[in-house]
Each structure stands twice: as structure tokens, then as C-alpha cells.
């Protein structure tokens, strides 16, 4: 990790994605350049379909870019193979989706015990981190509750604590305050801002919310396919 | 920096090491799997019970099958014969008889697929009398084992052991008619004397089984006594040859007139082979077989064809759970096995089903039909249940399983 730049996770250069439909070709990110450090908590803003899902799913190696480079902590992340990208997820890189995505058929326990079990936590140490994680969201109590039978905010909350869980280095959120009321919300600012002081974690947060945008180090706005300084 | 590997990032640093945890990842995945197939039992309850019952279908049809076969084998045998050769010298006109040496004898004792060989001397035309009236009929003197090869067995009294044959025994064996001629009543023979060119003989049994049908007016000594007491008894010129399955009569016939030719002279010899009861004999079996091996067939297409079937619309219809499982850092390895262990969860446990179902459905059977289930059943039905559990499972389930792991991950998630 000490490689020069050591506060450096993000570095993305000349970045461009072009979605093809049909005969149409989508651009929908155009020559992007973007840098993100450790203790930084970067929020990304824009209409909605200008682009910002597709900005984070390339961020998190789910999908490559068109053109154009992107570094994580100095390495090619894009030229490795696909088991290293998964490794590199489940030991780097926490994920929370904008349709908070749980798994059915699942208890909360369970869709937090997936990634350690990906990550071979022994079995022990598992209700320990859990736990842990969803005090940081407030869902201690719903820990045996089927994902089927949460509200829209507790689904968003379990889908952050499932990102936390294995304490990653480098958070991408795609709108993960957007079904939060007041306090929840804060409660979960709270917490990022601290784990991004404190255990110098990088983030990027897609958000609509301008009180989330504010509490974060720097603000871009993403339209046209291009990312400017907010 | 191009292509780097697990290893080297690893070997920099920048990835911690691996936990070597592999084993531990398995027993997860198999536990979640394993909750997974529980907790979506409805979708697969159909299958279960088709696998089920085809495994306990074929369980019964393989082991029955077996029953049947033997049967098959002894009843279509004994009517027919399929697999008795007979070889005789004929009477040459002029020369002497030509009679079987007993080197030849145990040449053909050792010729490949021979079971049993026996010997018999043959009299035309005996008489005896019995409360002054006088019976003519056909002497036969015939060795122990002429019995078990044509499946005679006594229908009163016994049959000769070795005992009557070694020592000349005076004693005697009577078809079922020549009996009620003489002394009334086939069950009353026993026990009685009969007098045979003034040597008494005890009758000590009434011949039965199947092919008795055409020796129920005839007598039969042993044949050492028959050599010793009987005038004008024929030389050792038949011989019976079994063979132990219908597929070896062809090579041993062709092999006994060689052998016979090669250690004595051989004038008048004559082979019979019963070839139309032998084909008709094989022309059945052939259908039983193939009615065996169809269930079998249709069995394992029709059970692979279920699970590969639910397994490939669940890989549609899960598309969002492998993004997200792979968004969180699953390998396709991981996926794979997943997808795998699902469906061997399935086939093993519809399989395990299927060997309790088949073992009562044959002990059933046996019970019915007064047989006893074939040694070992047990471990014969698990261990045929649990290959062909594998066999379904990595079959149909590879297919499907393989299609999952190598979903992207960003497609999975934009599926809707
Ligand atoms: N696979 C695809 N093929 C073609 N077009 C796509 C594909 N995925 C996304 N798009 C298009 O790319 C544009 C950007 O989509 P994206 O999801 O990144 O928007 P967004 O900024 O996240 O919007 P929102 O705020 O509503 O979530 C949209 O116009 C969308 O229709
Ligand atoms: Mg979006």
C-alpha cells in the first residue's frame, strides 16, 4: 500500500463509458478524471440517468469502462483476473446498491454472515462482527428477521451493515440515505464520517440528499457525462 | 502494470495472505445450500418424488430383474432344454457300438462353460413281474448327477446319492405311470420290491420335476448296478453335457466333437443341440433385458432432464442473487459450487428416498413371492442410490451451475 502516493485509493484517468442500445451508442461518461484519498468521503451528485450507477459499478470492477485507466492504492485493478477482482472486493471493498438488494429467503443474520463466509471468518468470530455492524444502524433486533419482512429503510440499513461488515478500506454507497428518515440518516453520516476520519476509510456516496452532500470532504456534480467540482 | 495475478498482489502485500480457509468456505457453502433446497422445497417437491420413485422403480425392477432371470434360466430351461447337449454314438451297421472312454469323459469334464457331464446305459424292452402279471418298459442306468442336470427331483421317496452308486446298489428309481401300472399308486411304490431278470430291487422313489413329463414310464438303476446285473444293457453311448449359461452351448458344442475326436474313435457320433428352443430362449430374454435396461435409461433421462430443467430457471430467476453474491466478493468457484451442491443436495436426498421406498417395495415383493431378497441388498441399493445420485447430480446440475459462475456481475445486477 505504501507505493509512493500512500494516501492515494482512487485514480482514474480519461474515463469514458459508452452503453450501446440498439443502433443507438449511449455516452454516458465522457473523459473522466477523478482522484480519491484515504479520509476523504467524495459525493457524487446528478439527475437522475446522468450516469452515476454506471460511475460506482465501475468503480467496483463490476463492470469495465470504455476507455480510459483506473488505479486503486497504485494497482491495474481493470487487467486483473476475475478471481482476484472478487478477492479484491471481499478483503477492500464494502457495496451498498440503490435498490438495496438483500438476499430472499434470508434472515439478517444471514445476509451479513455471506461476506465473512466469503472471506473465511471462522465461525465464531461471525456473531460477533455482525452484531457489531448492526449496532452501527440501530437493527440489533432484528437480527433473526426475514430480509422479506423488513421496511424499506431497515432493507437500506441492512444493505450498509452487510458493506461494513468486513471493515473495507474503500466504501461505495449508491444513495444509501435515500429511504432514511432524519435520524437514521444522521445516525449513518455519523458513522461514516468517523470511520473515514478515524480508520482513514476512502468513500464515495451517490446522493440526491443535499444534507447528506454536506457532510461530506468534497462534493462533484455528474452531468453530460462529465464530472465538475460541486 | 499489466495482469497482475492473485498471487503477486498477494506476494506484495497489498491483499492480505490466503486464510486458508477452503475447507471451512466448503461447509458453508454446503450448509447454504443445503438451507437453500429446504427452504425452497415447493419448487423441487416434484422432483424429489419423480427421482424417488424412478430410484425405487429401478431398485426393484435391477433386483427383481435378477429374480427373473433366474427364474427365466431355470424355467425356460427346463422346458426347453436350451442348454443340454446330448452326444450319442449311433449303432453302426457291421461294427461295434462305439462307447465314451473315461479319458474322454474327463476331457469334456474341463472344457470351458461345461457345468455338468453325465453318463447313462440304456435297455430297451425289460419286463418284470409283479402278482403274476408282466409290465415291459425302458431301463435306463443313469449316474447321480443325471439328476440336478436335467433338475429331476424325487416326487416320493429319493433319488440315488452317492452312496447306491459307488456300492452297486440294488435299488430303484420308477417314472410316475410305471408305477401306478404296477403297484397301484405311485406314492405305494415306494418301499415295494420289483423284480428284474431275478434280481430284486427296492424302489426307493418316483421321479418329478419338470421334464419328468416323458420319463414317467421309465426305470431307472444306478449305473454301476445297471453294468453289473443287467444282461444286454448298452455300452456308455450317451452322454449329456450342461452348459452354464445359454451363450456358452455354441463354443462347447463345437468344442466337444473336437475333444471327442481327439481321444478315440469316433464312428457314429452324433451331437444334438436343442438350437430352436435356445433361440426362442434368448429371443425372451432379450426383451427382458432390454425392458430392464429402458426403465433404467428412461429413469435417469427423465430425473436429469427435472433437475436440469429447475436448475436452469433458477439461474434466470436468481440472476440478482449471484450479482449480489458476487458484488460481495464471491469467486465463480464459490458460485459453482453453490449451484452443485443444490443439485446434489436433491438427487441425494430424492436418492436416499428412493433406496428406502425400492427396499420395502422389495422386501414386499420377496414376501409375496416367497424369496428371499438377495444378499447384501442393502449396500448394493445405497451405493447403486448414491452413484446414481452423483451421476444426476453433476450431470444435470454442471450444465446450469457453470452458466451461473460465469454471469458478470453488473449484468445480474441491472437484471430485472
Ligand atoms: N446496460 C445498459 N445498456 C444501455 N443503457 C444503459 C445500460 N445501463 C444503463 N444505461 C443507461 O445509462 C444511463 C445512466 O444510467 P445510471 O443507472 O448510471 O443512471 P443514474 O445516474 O444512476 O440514475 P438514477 O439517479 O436514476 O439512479 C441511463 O440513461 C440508462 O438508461
Ligand atoms: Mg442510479
Known sequence: ?230 | MANKTLQSLRAEGFLPKDRGTRLLRFSDLLRISFREVVRKRRRYIGVMAAIALGTAGLITIVTMGRDLKANLNNDLDLLGGATIIAAHFDLQMGDRQEWFRTGTIDAIEKIPGVKEVTKSRFRSAATTTFQEKVYGFNLLGVDTNYWSLFSFTPRYGRLFNDADISEGRKVCVLGQDLAKMIFGSPEGAVGQMLNLDNNLYTVVGIIGGVRAADKTLMAFLPITTAQARVPNISELSSLYVRCNTWDDVAPVAAALEKTITTYQPSKGLRIQVGWEPLKQVQRVFWWVSLFIYASIGATLVLGGFGIWNIMMAAVTARTREIGLKKAMGAEDSDILWQFLFEALCVTFSSALLGVALGMVGVQYMCRSLGTQPPEGLFAICLLAGLIFAAVLGVGSGLYPSIRASRMQVVDAMRYE
Open chain 1, 1 to 230: 500500500m505504501n507505493n509512493g502516493h500512500s494516501d492515494r485509493v482512487i485514480d482514474i484517468r480519461h474515463l469514458s463509458k459508452t452503453y450501446a442500445s440498439g443502433s443507438e451508442q449511449i455516452k454516458v461518461l465522457k473523459d473522466i478524471n477523478l482522484e480519491v484519498n484515504r479520509g476523504e468521503m467524495l459525493a457524487i451528485m446528478g439527475p437522475s440517468g446522468s450516469g452515476k450507477s454506471t460511475m460506482l459499478f465501475i468503480l467496483g470492477i463490476f463492470q469495465p469502462p470504455t476507455s480510459g485507466s483506473y488505479t486503486i492504492a497504485g494497482v491495474d485493478v481493470l487487467n486483473l483476473n476475475r478471481d482476484a477482482q472478487a478477492v479484491f472486493r471481499r478483503e477492500k471493498m464494502g457495496f451498498v446498491f440503490q435498490s438495496c438488494d438483500l438476499l430472499e429467503n434470508s434472515t439478517v443474520y444471514e445476509n451479513l454472515e455471506l461476506p465473512l463466509i466469503y472471506t473465511g471468518v471462522k465461525r465464531h468470530e461471525r456473531e460477533h462482527k455482525i452484531m457489531e455492524a448492526l449496532q452501527r444502524v440501530n437493527l440489533e433486533h432484528r437480527v433473526r428477521q426475514p430480509s422479506n419482512r423488513l421496511s424499506g429503510g431497515e432493507r437500506q440499513r441492512v444493505s450498509i451493515a452487510r458493506a461494513l461488515v468486513n471493515e473495507p478500506e474503500f466504501i461505495l454507497a449508491d444513495e444509501p440515505t435515500g429511504q432514511l428518515d432524519k435520524d437514521n440518516s444522521e445516525r449513518v453520516m455519523d458513522y461514516f464520517v468517523k470511520i473515514t476520519e478515524e480508520a482513514r476509510v476512502a468513500m464515495v456516496i451517490v446522493t440526491h440528499d443535499a444534507a447528506t452532500a454536506e457532510r461530506c470532504t468534497r462534493k462533484c456534480l455528474l452531468s453530460d457525462g462529465v464530472l465538475k467540482p460541486y
